[in-house]
């Protein structure tokens, strides 16, 4: 069963804006740590947000502090990813992931499931 699922991811221009999103099982939701890795092509996988679902605390990657936010809908058990004036360097794929290890005063890994991935490329 999958348990998380991500769509939103596309093509846009330095400066524009996309919204990600990852809709989870109901098991996984529930005051879990939900948020986004970013990866490219031979470099380590990166978080980038987190949010804590049981008390809507949330984190970033300074790379994305002031442009990106996170947030949640609990009737529709989804993460959203709001990413506000991209530059080239975010371009990347997006991973959603369950149990992130930085809501819990640890760092940046993942214990729990991935979603499929997502492509976000921005051009110049």
């Known amino acids: 069963q999958v348990q998380l699922v991500e769509s939103g991811g596309g093509s846009v221009q330095a400066g524009g804006s996309l919204t990600l999103s990852c809709t989870a099982s109901?098991?996984?939701?529930?005051?879990?740590?939900l948020g986004w890795f970013r990866q490219v092509p031979g470099k380590k996988r990166e978080g980038v947000a987190a949010?804590?679902?049981?008390?809507?605390?949330?984190y970033y990657a300074d790379s994305v502090k002031g442009r990106f936010t996170i947030s949640q809908d609990n009737t529709k058990m989804t993460v959203y990813l709001r990413m506000n004036s991209l530059k080239p360097e975010d371009t990347a794929m997006y991973y959603c992931?369950?149990?992130?290890?930085?809501?819990?005063?640890?760092?940046?890994?993942?214990?729990?499931?991935w979603g499929q991935g997502t492509q976000v490329t921005v051009s110049s």
């Open positions: 109901k098991y996984t939701y529930s005051s879990n740590c």
């Open positions: 949010i804590y679902t049981g008390g809507r605390m949330t």
């Open positions: 992931a369950a149990d992130i290890g930085v809501c819990y005063g640890g760092g940046w890994f993942v214990t729990g499931d």
